[in-house]
């Protein structure tokens, strides 16, 4: 059994201006994307310009955050926020929603699409390999927050957290971190690393965060307050997930048979 360090969330206190760390997680994200997209950017054959990389994050940025906020207001606490609405503008005490940020970030690649005429998905194929960076440094500051900890277990490695009560839990935040980060990053960087077809790229990513996402739910301990949805197991993310399992199935058969078939 492990003790989770107590770390106070306040990482910098200027008098009345105090930085959190889970601040300081998205920001760390959002650098550490930039510097990946101005590296691949660099490739003789990227299409790419740094200066365009950094109006991407810009974009991005705003929809992770917009995006994310108004999930978890909408899909896991709509009812608290409506009676404390002003609330809804406390990100820095915690509250994203991973599925929100999604359609966040979609919306702020088809912007930037738009805006420099580049088609959604060839956005798309661009940036996913580098959102892994910003989902490991999302978790690591879900878990100095000690939130969105795991189910009670008798594991070696089981947290105690002093927001989850004396018994010890899945670290599901760590689990989340090694499977949507790390190991999510290698994938999508190798797979892109050679030419695959438009969407290939997307649709990977969807897919392997669908089934990391669902698989980490059996062990994360769901919101008290929506509990399990269905057969005792069920959850809310997991409900999630299942649309982007599904889709990036389907925009990987499409980016390989549709596209050609349809050039047939």
């Known amino acids: 059994m492990l003790i989770a360090p107590d770390i106070d969330p306040v990482a910098i206190s200027l008098g009345p201006v105090k930085v959190h760390w889970y601040g300081l997680m998205y920001v760390a994200g959002f650098v550490g994307g930039w510097w990946l997209g101005r590296y691949r950017a660099m490739k003789p054959d990227s299409g790419w310009s740094r200066h365009e990389v950094l109006d991407l994050v810009f974009y991005l940025a705003i929809g992770v955050i917009a995006g994310g906020r108004l ?14 609405p002003l609330e809804i503008f406390f990100i820095w005490t915690g509250g994203m929603s991973f599925h929100g940020g999604l359609l966040g970030v979609m919306l702020a690649l088809w912007l930037f699409g738009r805006h420099t005429r580049r088609p959604f998905l060839a956005v798309a194929d661009f940036f996913v390999p580098l959102a892994p960076v910003g989902l490991f440094t999302g978790r690591v500051g879900n878990f100095i927050n000690q939130e969105l900890w795991g189910r009670v277990t008798d594991v070696p490695w089981g947290v105690v957290f002093r927001t989850g009560g004396p018994l010890p839990r899945h670290p599901s935040q760590l689990y989340e971190a090694l499977l949507e980060g790390i190991v999510l990053f290698v994938a999508l960087w190798l797979f892109s690393a050679r030419p695959r077809p438009v969407g290939a ?64």
Request: proline content about 3%; overall charge positive; charged content about 10%.
């Open 71 to 84: 999930g978890y207001v909408l899909f896991y606490n709509f009812g608290y926020y409506l009676r404390h």
């Open 201 to 264: 790229v997307s649709g990977l990513f969807l897919l392997l965060y669908g089934v990391f996402r669902f698989a980490v739910e059996f062990v994360r301990e769901p919101d008290a307050h929506i509990g399990y949805l269905a057969l005792g197991w069920f959850t809310m993310g997991q409900l999630l997930s299942l649309p982007m399992i599904i889709g990036g199935l389907a925009l990987i058969g499409w980016s390989y048979y549709g596209q050609r078939a349809q050039a047939a």
